[in-house]
């Protein structure tokens, strides 16, 4: 009888465990859903806090420049390379520039600039709020009357929100300069030449679709990271804790989203 009664002790502490997972999980979706509707009831009433806004943009936007340069420049020089010898067994070299464009403009710009975006400010974002969070620097601003919600999470998220769009834009024209200067310097192709074969394959759609997704990209990234920081506890530990899942989570969410756009924008197209 005694091991019947552990094994029963066991399975009753396995449900227990199973059972406050899965309420954690949906605990955790509903205070998200809070999290987002406050900030599109805050967004659109005043004060509007435009001065902090244009500084976070400045910090998301400007600062990232030398590391999004970098890296879109290598995305287009190296998708060139591996590129060029597959291409090259059915004498299509000259195919390049329009397979170059499809793919840094449709999918690689907008999803290296968003990683890139993710591990920067996202981790910034919960590492900055959690710190505040758990140093109670978050509720000495509600005691002043100052809306921390609003000075703190509402300018960050929209400022990534609009600047993701711009940086993959810019993303994407570095890109295709890397990937002009790899086909210069095997083909000799002019530099007109190169974009005018390039662009000639994109349409307004592929624009179009890589700017909404990156705003979607954005919010989310502002989003895990606020939430993450917010709600940060258990002192310097928590802080950590914040910044990683807020990466992970951001990261997470790009890849679903990337898949739910591409089937939106093909079916369209």
Same mark, same amino acid.
């Given at each position: 009888m005694k091991p019947r009664s552990d *094994?029963? +002790?066991? #399975?009753?502490? !396995?449900?227990?465990? #199973?059972? !406050?997972n899965v309420d954690?999980?949906?605990s955790g979706i509903y205070n998200v859903y809070i999290f987002i509707k406050r900030f599109f009831r805050q967004v659109f009433s005043p004060p509007f806090e435009f001065k902090e806004i244009i500084n976070q943009c400045y910090d998301v936007g400007y600062r990232s420049l030398p590391l999004v340069s970098l890296t879109g420049?290598? $995305?287009?020089?190296?998708?060139? !390379?591996q590129s060029r010898p597959s291409l090259a067994e059915f004498g299509a070299t000259s195919w390049l520039p329009s397979l170059i464009s499809i793919a840094v403009i449709r999918a690689l710009a907008p999803l290296v600039t968003a990683l890139i975006a993710a591990g920067k400010v996202g981790s910034n974002m919960g590492a900055e709020l959690g710190s505040m !969070?758990? $140093?109670?620097?978050i509720d000495a601003m509600e005691v002043s009357g100052t809306n921390p919600f609003k000075f703190l999470v509402v300018t960050r998220v929209l400022a990534i929100t609009l600047m993701l769009p711009i940086l993959v834009i810019y993303t994407g024209?570095?890109?295709?300069?890397?990937?002009?200067? =790899?086909?210069?310097? *095997? +083909?000799? $192709?002019?530099? $007109?030449? @190169?974009?005018t074969s390039a662009f000639k394959t994109i349409s307004f759609l592929d624009i179009i679709s890589s700017v909404f997704k990156a705003a979607c990209y954005g919010f989310t990234i502002g989003i895990a990271g606020c939430y993450q920081g917010y709600y940060a506890k258990n002192g310097t530990q928590g802080v950590g804790r914040s910044a990683n899942t807020a990466?992970?989570?951001?990261? @997470?969410?790009?890849?679903? +989203?990337?898949?739910?756009?591409?089937? @939106?924008? =093909?079916? #369209?197209?």
């Amino acid at each position: 009888m005694k091991p019947r009664s552990d *094994n029963t +002790e066991a #399975i009753t502490s !396995k449900k227990s465990f #199973i059972s !406050k997972n899965v309420d954690s999980f949906f605990s955790g979706i509903y205070n998200v859903y809070i999290f987002i509707k406050r900030f599109f009831r805050q967004v659109f009433s005043p004060p509007f806090e435009f001065k902090e806004i244009i500084n976070q943009c400045y910090d998301v936007g400007y600062r990232s420049l030398p590391l999004v340069s970098l890296t879109g420049f290598i $995305t287009g020089l190296v998708f060139t !390379k591996q590129s060029r010898p597959s291409l090259a067994e059915f004498g299509a070299t000259s195919w390049l520039p329009s397979l170059i464009s499809i793919a840094v403009i449709r999918a690689l710009a907008p999803l290296v600039t968003a990683l890139i975006a993710a591990g920067k400010v996202g981790s910034n974002m919960g590492a900055e709020l959690g710190s505040m !969070k758990v $140093t109670e620097q978050i509720d000495a601003m509600e005691v002043s009357g100052t809306n921390p919600f609003k000075f703190l999470v509402v300018t960050r998220v929209l400022a990534i929100t609009l600047m993701l769009p711009i940086l993959v834009i810019y993303t994407g024209l570095i890109g295709m300069l890397g990937a002009y200067l =790899n086909i210069h310097q *095997n +083909e000799l $192709t002019s530099f $007109t030449a @190169f974009f005018t074969s390039a662009f000639k394959t994109i349409s307004f759609l592929d624009i179009i679709s890589s700017v909404f997704k990156a705003a979607c990209y954005g919010f989310t990234i502002g989003i895990a990271g606020c939430y993450q920081g917010y709600y940060a506890k258990n002192g310097t530990q928590g802080v950590g804790r914040s910044a990683n899942t807020a990466v992970v989570l951001s990261m @997470f969410m790009i890849f679903v +989203e990337e898949m739910v756009i591409v089937q @939106f924008v =093909n079916a #369209i197209r």
